[in-house]
């Protein structure tokens, strides 16, 4: 067993627990997992794959829906795969270099999908804004520059959580109470002072979630103000309509996020399998469903993909929000 290989300083391996409280239901639960695993594998390597043939795509907007697709995949895949395999075959050890590098991913390719978040908000107060100065804001220059500055950020941010965890000692348990290497169930394991990883943890959290959510709700309080201007109704619908699917997305990756954050850092009395329900959940639902908002949502997109799945199919009639 991993537990055996525990050392007064640092373990070889930790063992993770899966969802404590519900593992007589391990093998039930990856079904679900399984299929939304499948379904976001299939979801998001079809907007790749349509964006990248389709030359109407070829702008800023489905730019960085490809950065979030394949953010949403990478995310998915660093902890899915462990995640039934614990529920398939009890397989939680994991090796601590591999258990610190998982977190690293998680976390920073989360960091990204806010910033990309961020960055289309920009995007869509530029073209609503200034009409007739996007095509010259927004080109393919500054849409690679903000894809990098996702990159750096979340790279930069995360960087130092495996470095401040290697300075711990482990000497209770090495069993992670959770699906994945997440920072603060790692970091609740040591038995030495951890008020430095969870302040910056804290700061991080705070920076990311905080300041793009504020960011983001501002360039849509802007955009409100300059639809309300608009006189004519259908022009203040279609302005609205632009803005439809990113609000969707919006909501489905911040809501489990925040409500995860909130309850791990102050819902103190809510059962541990709550936790880690609602922190799977932010690698499920985002990465499942924004490929099929924006599939539904964006006419090029449900055209193209009705072209290749159902060749036969007239598509003329669906009307682009």
Same mark, same amino acid.
């Not at 007589?24 to 939304?36: F, G, M, N, Q, R």
């Not at 799977?280 to 099929?292: A, G």
């Given at each position: 067993?991993?537990? #055996?290989?525990?050392?007064?300083?640092? @373990?070889?391996?930790?063992?993770?627990?899966?969802? @404590?409280?519900?593992? #007589?239901?391990? &093998?039930?639960?990856?079904?679900?997992?399984? $299929?939304?695993?499948?379904?976001?594998?299939?979801?998001?390597?079809?907007?790749?794959?349509?964006?990248?043939?389709?030359?109407?795509?070829?702008?800023?907007?489905?730019?960085? +829906?490809?950065?979030?697709?394949?953010?949403?995949?990478?995310?998915? $895949?660093?902890?899915?795969?462990?995640?039934?395999?614990?529920?398939?075959?009890?397989?939680?050890?994991?090796?601590?270099?591999?258990?610190?590098?998982?977190?690293?991913?998680?976390?920073?390719?989360?960091?990204?999908?806010?910033?990309?978040?961020?960055?289309? #908000?920009?995007?869509?107060?530029?073209?609503?804004?200034?009409?007739?100065?996007?095509?010259?804001?927004?080109?393919?220059?500054?849409?690679? &520059?903000?894809?990098?500055?996702?990159?750096?950020?979340? $790279?930069?941010?995360?960087?130092?959580?495996?470095?401040?965890?290697?300075?711990?000692?482990?000497?209770?348990?090495?069993?992670?109470?959770?699906?994945?290497? *997440?920072?603060?169930?790692?970091? &609740?394991?040591?038995?030495?002072?951890?008020?430095?990883?969870?302040?910056?943890?804290?700061?991080?959290?705070?920076?990311?979630?905080?300041?793009?959510?504020?960011?983001?709700?501002?360039?849509?309080?802007?955009?409100?103000?300059?639809?309300?201007?608009?006189?004519?109704? *259908?022009?203040?619908?279609?302005?609205?309509?632009?803005?439809?699917?990113?609000?969707?997305?919006? +909501?489905?990756?911040?809501?489990?996020?925040?409500?995860?954050?909130? $309850?791990?850092?102050?819902?103190?009395?809510?059962?541990?399998?709550?936790?880690?329900?609602?922190?799977?959940?932010?690698?499920?639902?985002? @990465?499942?469903?924004?490929?099929?908002?924006?599939?539904?949502?964006?006419?090029?997109?449900?055209?193209?993909?009705?072209?290749?799945?159902?060749?036969?199919?007239?598509?003329?009639?669906?009307?682009?929000?």
């Amino acid at each position: 067993m991993a537990s #055996a290989n525990l050392t007064p300083s640092n @373990p070889s391996a930790f063992l993770l627990q899966g969802i @404590p409280g519900l593992e #007589a239901y391990h &093998k039930w639960l990856s079904v679900p997992v399984c $299929t939304i695993y499948v379904v976001i594998i299939a979801g998001n390597c079809t907007i790749l794959l349509v964006i990248a043939t389709e030359p109407a795509l070829h702008r800023p907007m489905c730019y960085f +829906l490809c950065m979030l697709a394949a953010i949403d995949l990478a995310a998915s $895949t660093s902890a899915l795969p462990k995640v039934l395999c614990i529920f398939w075959f009890q397989g939680g050890e994991i090796q601590a270099g591999a258990c610190l590098a998982q977190m690293f991913f998680i976390h920073a390719l989360c960091m990204m999908e806010s910033a990309v978040l961020l960055a289309m #908000a920009l995007d869509r107060y530029v073209a609503i804004c200034f009409p007739l100065r996007y095509s010259s804001i927004f080109t393919g220059s500054l849409v690679a &520059k903000m894809g990098i500055a996702a990159i750096v950020r979340g $790279t930069l941010l995360m960087g130092p959580c495996p470095f401040l965890i290697r300075r711990l000692s482990f000497c209770r348990t090495n069993v992670i109470r959770h699906t994945y290497c *997440e920072h603060m169930a790692v970091v &609740k394991l040591a038995c030495g002072d951890t008020s430095i990883n969870r302040t910056y943890g804290l700061c991080v959290a705070l920076l990311v979630i905080g300041g793009d959510l504020l960011f983001i709700g501002l360039s849509y309080c802007l955009i409100v103000r300059a639809v309300l201007q608009l006189s004519s109704h *259908e022009a203040r619908r279609k302005a609205f309509g632009t803005c439809g699917s990113h609000i969707c997305v919006i +909501l489905i990756s911040y809501s489990p996020a925040l409500f995860s954050f909130f $309850t791990h850092r102050f819902g103190h009395h809510v059962a541990p399998h709550i936790h880690i329900i609602l922190a799977n959940l932010y690698l499920l639902f985002p @990465p499942m469903l924004n490929p099929i908002v924006y599939g539904v949502r964006t006419k090029e997109i449900r055209e193209r993909v009705i072209r290749v799945f159902l060749p036969g199919r007239d598509t003329a009639k669906p009307r682009s929000d």
